[in-house]
Nanobody, 127 residues
Framework: VQLVESGGGLVQAGGSLRLSCAAS????????IGWFRQAPGKEREGLSC????????YYADSVKGRFTISSDNAEKTVYLQMNSLKPEDTAVYYC?????????????????????WGQGTQVTVSS
């Protein structure tokens, strides 16, 4: 069971990045996937989550209107398109999965037991 993030890097304020989260070793439809971030000295923040069972999505207020989550079930990959990046978006970004068993699951916030985590990818936004 593995999640691997990619796509992080250094970008100027106002720029864009697309993060990818590739899943392997489990049935993709049995999980909901979320994107989180953690900056130095700050708590981990749930940014955006999605459930393939009903297509529900959630965005934190801090990223609403700038970030878009999407998934390619055939490729078992979830993306986070990040536009209009700000210096305060600088953090390590993680994707994580929560087991839903393939049952109907509506994301309401990025809450719950996200038990599978990737290694993280650094995003740095310069001013």
């Amino acid at each position: 069971v593995q999640l691997v993030e990619s796509g992080g890097g250094l970008v100027q304020a106002g720029g864009s990045l697309r993060l990818s989260c590739a899943a392997s070793g489990f049935t993709f439809d049995d999980y909901a996937i979320g994107w989180f971030r953690q900056a130095p000295g700050k708590e981990r923040e749930g940014l955006s989550c999605t459930s393939s069972s009903d297509g529900s999505t959630y965005y934190a207020d801090s990223v609403k209107g700038r970030f878009t989550i999407s998934s390619d079930n055939a490729e078992k990959t979830v993306y986070l398109q990040m536009n209009s990046l700000k210096p305060e978006d600088t953090a390590v970004y993680y994707c994580a999965a929560i087991y839903t068993g393939g049952y109907h699951y509506t994301v309401r916030g990025c809450k719950g037991e996200y038990g599978v985590w990737g290694q993280g990818t650094q995003v740095t936004v310069s001013s």
